[in-house]
């Protein structure tokens, strides 16, 4: 620990090299075709939304980066509460070694419409993604489409997380947990405060 760093009063101070920095993180499920249309897919933490079409995601070298650098396309899915085995699988084994782990995983694909990159069908939603840069280990990716199975649609017709069952990651823990309940209304909770007297 740095030691010229304060103590915080009435904390425990973890200093810069700590498991949490976000957390938790979204299991994403980054699917690539390499040269010979062999799909690939990895999991990854380090990702977010980057603007309304786009999302960032730190990447180091792997397959996947070899396939982007090839295809200029991948698709985004979420690892789920059904896929937690399959998912953790794709993150420790590398497509170079085990060339044809999707099958191995038991998962089968369906070549986007809309970019170069395969859809993983056993996940239900997709962001379908073209490469806008990838430098220093970090992809920014268009979303040019986003795809859902029915499955978990809430009758409006609109993704429902408590249908999805989305996992993510906890660094502190390493561990995968799922999503919770419910606790509040975005943009609405926090009326009570606002429309104080």
Not at 49 to 66: E, F, G, M, N, P
Not at 133 to 144: C, P
Request: aromatic share 8%; glycine share 8%; hydrophobic share 40%.
């Amino acid at each position: 620990m740095n030691t010229d760093l304060q103590e915080v009063a009435g904390r425990k101070n973890f200093g810069p090299n700590h498991a949490l920095v976000t957390t938790p993180q979204p299991c994403v499920m980054i699917a690539t075709w390499d040269k010979g249309k062999n799909p690939d897919v990895m999991m990854a933490a380090w990702a977010g939304q980057y603007d309304a079409r786009q999302i960032v995601i730190s990447l180091s070298k792997h397959k996947t980066t070899d396939n982007l650098e090839l295809t200029g396309a991948f698709t985004v899915s979420f690892a789920d509460e059904r896929t937690v085995k399959e998912s953790d699988y794709f993150g420790m084994v590398s497509g170079h070694n085990v060339p044809d782990k999707v099958a191995k995983a038991g998962f089968a694909v369906t070549p986007s419409p809309n970019v170069d990159a395969p859809i993983i069908n056993e996940y239900p939603l997709t962001l379908e993604c073209k490469v806008v840069s990838f430098a220093d280990g970090t992809l920014i990716g268009e979303v040019v489409n986003m795809s859902a199975d029915p499955s978990i649609l809430n009758e409006n017709g609109v993704v429902d997380l408590a249908l999805l069952k989305p996992i993510v990651f906890d660094a502190a823990g390493v561990c995968y947990r799922a999503l919770g309940e419910v606790v509040g209304k975005a943009w609405g909770a926090g009326k009570a405060i606002s429309e104080q007297k």
